[in-house]
C-alpha cells in the first residue's frame, strides 16, 4: 500500500504538474473519507501520510467538555472519562488516540481520484490567478474560441480561457472562430468554475498599449503617454510628452508617413487617433486638445476647474465635432470642463462678467465705477481678495495711493463682516428640523446650508431635483440623488401601506 501511493503522487503529479503536497493531502481527505464510511460515524478521525516511505496513520480525535456540557460522543468526550484515560487532560484540549487503518483499497482509489481531480483543478486555478493577477494592465493576445450572447471567449494557450464582454467590443465589430485579438487585461476574477480574466477592447489604456508596441522610444522611456481619451471605434485622442528636446514625440507615435497611428488605428477598427503634444500648462494643453479646431481665447475657472473656449466663428462646428465628440474628448484627455462658444459670444459672455463685478464692487464698497473697473481690469474678482491681499498688489494699481487702499480694504472687510452677520441671522431664522438634522446621510453644516435655502423639513427635501442641490458647496451627483430618494422614502412607505 505505502508503493501504490508514492507511485500515485508521482504520477499525478508528473501528469498535472502540481506539487506532490497537494496530492499527498488529497490522499489522506480520501483515506479520511474511507475511514469514515467504513464505520458509518460523523468522527473526527485525522490520517497523516509520511511523505517519504508511503505510511500512514489513523487518529481519531475527541474535544475534552465538562460532564454537564457533554452532548455527543462521536466528536466530544466527558471531562471524567478523559482524564480516565489521559490524566491531566484539560476542558478544551483534544484527546487523540490511534485507531485502526482502512486499507487503501479500490474504494479509498476511487475516493482518491475524486479529491485528487478537485484539488488539481483548484491547484490550476490557483497557478491561472497568480500567473494573470500580475499582468492586470498588460495587452493581451488571444485567438477567439467561441462566441456566446455577443461574448467573446478566448484562447490564450495552456488551457486558459478569457473573456470579453459585449460592452467591452468595438461598436459594430464582428470576429469570427479562429481570429486573433488582442486586449486590455481589466481584472482576474478567481471563480468555482474558473477564474476569469476579464479583457477589454474599449479601455483608454488599450490605446496606450498599442502605441507601446509601435513606438520603441515609448518602451525606451524617451516619450511619455500622459493620458489617453477614446470614443471606442471611432475617434480617440492620445497626450505624449518628452524631456529630450530632439525628439519630436508627435511626429514619432505618427510614423514614416503615418505607419505607426495607422498600425494602432488598424488594430481599432479603423478608430481615427488624435496625437496631441502634452503641456504643463492647462491652458496650453487644452488649446493643443482641442485641434484640430484653433482656439482664440481661454478664460480659466480655477474654482469650477472649467475653462471657457473661444474659437472662430466658422470652427464653431469642427471645436465641438459630431454629436459633442470633439470637445468631450478634450475634457476627458485633460481633465478639464470645457465650455466651446465663438469669439464673440465669449466677449459678450466677460462682458457680462466684468459689468457684474463692477456693480459688485460699487454696491458692496460704496466706489464709483471708475475705481470699481480699476479693481476688475487688475483682476480682482471678489471682497476677499480686496480684504486680504497683500498690500502692494493695490498699491500697484495706478492712481492708488495708501490711503486709498487702507480704505477700499476698511471698507471690504465691513462688507465681510455685514455679510456674515447676515447669514448668522438668516440660519439662525432658518434652523433646519429636528427630522432633517436626524435623517441618514445627513451633517449639521449641510442641514443649515439647506435651511438657507429655505428646505427645512423632509418634505422639503424631498421636492428638490438633484440639479437643484448641486448648487451647494462639496454637493456631487451621487450624494444629491441619495439625499433626496432617502427623504421620500417616507413617501414611499405610505403608498405601500395605503
Not at 465538562?66 to 462521536?74: G, I, K, L, R
Not at 465641438?320 to 459672455?349: C, D, F, P, Y
Amino acid at each position: 500500500m505505502s508503493k501504490e501511493i508514492l507511485v500515485v503522487v508521482d504520477m499525478v503529479s508528473n501528469e498535472k504538474g502540481v506539487d506532490k503536497n497537494i496530492i499527498f493531502e488529497a490522499l489522506e481527505c480520501a483515506l479520511v473519507n474511507a475511514t469514515k464510511k467504513r464505520y458509518g460515524y460523523d468522527w473526527d478521525v485525522e490520517i497523516k501520510i509520511d511523505r517519504h516511505t508511503g505510511d500512514y496513520i489513523t487518529q481519531r480525535r475527541w474535544v475534552v467538555v465538562n460532564d454537564e456540557a457533554f452532548e455527543s460522543e462521536e466528536r466530544q468526550i466527558s471531562l471524567t472519562a478523559a482524564q480516565a484515560k489521559k490524566p491531566g487532560i484539560l476542558v478544551g484540549e483534544t484527546l487523540v488516540e490511534a485507531m485502526e487503518s482502512v486499507a487503501f483499497g479500490r474504494i479509498a482509489a476511487q475516493t482518491a481520484r475524486q479529491v485528487i481531480m478537485q484539488k488539481v483543478r483548484e491547484a490550476e486555478r490557483a497557478q491561472v490567478v497568480a500567473a494573470y493577477l500580475a499582468r492586470v494592465g498588460e495587452l493581451l493576445s488571444g485567438i477567439v474560441k467561441r462566441v456566446e450572447k455577443g461574448n467573446v471567449i478566448l484562447d490564450l494557450g495552456n488551457n486558459v480561457e478569457a473573456v470579453i464582454n459585449r460592452d467591452e467590443m468595438l461598436p459594430r465589430e464582428s470576429v469570427r472562430l479562429g481570429d486573433r485579438i488582442r486586449g486590455y487585461l481589466r481584472s482576474v476574477k478567481p471563480e468555482s468554475r474558473g477564474p476569469q480574466l476579464l479583457i477589454s477592447r474599449v479601455a483608454p489604456e488599450l490605446l496606450i498599449e498599442l502605441f507601446k508596441l509601435e513606438v520603441p522610444e515609448i518602451n525606451e522611456g524617451l516619450i511619455k503617454v500622459v493620458h489617453a481619451a477614446r470614443d471606442p471605434g471611432s475617434r480617440a485622442k492620445i497626450a505624449v510628452h518628452t524631456q529630450d528636446p530632439r525628439i519630436d514625440p508627435v511626429g514619432a507615435c505618427v510614423g514614416m508617413r503615418g505607419s505607426r497611428v495607422q498600425a494602432v488605428s488598424g488594430e481599432l477598427g479603423g478608430e481615427r487617433v488624435d496625437i496631441i503634444l502634452w503641456d504643463e500648462n492647462p491652458a496650453k494643453f487644452v488649446i493643443n486638445a482641442m485641434s484640430p479646431a484653433e482656439v482664440v481665447s481661454i478664460i480659466i475657472d480655477e474654482d469650477a476647474h472649467s475653462m471657457d473656449v473661444a474659437v472662430a466663428e466658422d470652427q464653431l462646428s469642427q471645436a465641438i465635432g459630431r454629436g459633442g465628440q470633439n470637445v468631450k474628448l478634450a475634457s476627458q484627455l485633460t481633465g478639464w470642463h470645457l465650455n466651446v462658444m465663438t469669439a464673440s459670444e465669449a466677449e459678450k459672455k466677460q462682458e457680462v462678467e466684468v459689468h457684474s463685478l463692477v456693480q459688485l464692487f460699487m454696491n458692496k464698497l460704496d466706489v464709483d465705477e471708475d475705481v470699481a473697473g480699476l479693481l476688475v481690469a487688475e483682476g480682482f474678482s471678489t471682497i476677499e481678495e480686496v480684504a486680504y491681499v497683500p498690500l502692494n498688489e493695490i498699491l500697484d494699481i495706478e492712481g492708488f495711493d495708501e490711503n486709498i487702499v487702507e480704505e477700499l480694504r476698511n471698507r471690504a472687510k465691513d462688507a465681510l463682516v455685514t455679510q456674515e452677520i447676515a447669514n448668522e441671522e438668516l440660519l439662525e431664522s432658518q434652523a433646519p428640523s429636528a427630522e432633517l438634522l436626524a435623517m441618514e446621510g445627513m451633517d449639521e453644516i449641510l442641514a443649515y446650508q439647506l435651511a438657507s435655502r429655505g428646505i427645512t423639513t423632509l418634505d422639503d427635501l424631498a421636492e428638490q431635483a438633484v440639479d437643484d442641490l448641486l448648487e451647494l458647496e462639496h454637493m456631487d451627483e451621487a450624494r444629491a440623488a441619495a439625499l433626496i430618494m432617502t427623504a421620500r422614502a417616507p413617501w414611499f412607505a405610505d403608498e405601500k401601506q395605503d
